[in-house]
C-alpha cells in the first residue's frame, strides 16, 4: 500500500499563484510517477501534469507555462507550482502515485484549489 497526503490549497485570485505538495509513504515502486489531476464539479477528472522518478514530465495544454511539476526523491514528494491561475483551473486537484511497470496506482484524498475572478 501507498499513502500519499496533500496539501497546499486554498482560495485565491485570479493571476495569483499556489503551490501544491504531495508525499508518498509505505510499499514505493522503485520506477515510478507522480502526478496531479483535477476534477471540477460536473466534469470528469483530468491529467494536470506528471513526472517520472528519473524527471521526466508531461502537462496538459491547458496548463502547460502556467504549471509547474516537480519532485524531491529524496522526500518521495511531488510539487506542483500554478502560476497564473484562472478561474477555470477551479477544481478538486488529487495526487496521482503509479508504478511504470504495473497497472498499481494510488490516489491521494484531494485537495480544493479555488480561483476567484
Known amino acids: 500500500q501507498v499513502q500519499l497526503v496533500e496539501s497546499g490549497g486554498g482560495l485565491v485570485q485570479a493571476g495569483r499563484s499556489l503551490r501544491l505538495s504531495c508525499a508518498a509513504s509505505g510499499s514505493l515502486f522503485s520506477l515510478n510517477a507522480m502526478g496531479w489531476y483535477r476534477q471540477a464539479p460536473g466534469n470528469q477528472r483530468e491529467f494536470v501534469a506528471d513526472?517520472?522518478?528519473?524527471?521526466?514530465?508531461n502537462y496538459a495544454d491547458s496548463v502547460k507555462g502556467r504549471f509547474t511539476i516537480s519532485r524531491d526523491n529524496a522526500k518521495n514528494t511531488v510539487y506542483l507550482q500554478m502560476n497564473s491561475l484562472k478561474p477555470e483551473d477551479t477544481a478538486v486537484y488529487y495526487c496521482?502515485?503509479?508504478?511504470?511497470?504495473?497497472?498499481?496506482?494510488?490516489w491521494g484524498q484531494g485537495t480544493q484549489v479555488t480561483v476567484s475572478s
Open positions: 496521482n502515485y503509479r508504478s511504470l511497470l504495473s497497472s498499481l496506482n494510488y
Open positions: 513526472i517520472s522518478n528519473r524527471g521526466t514530465t
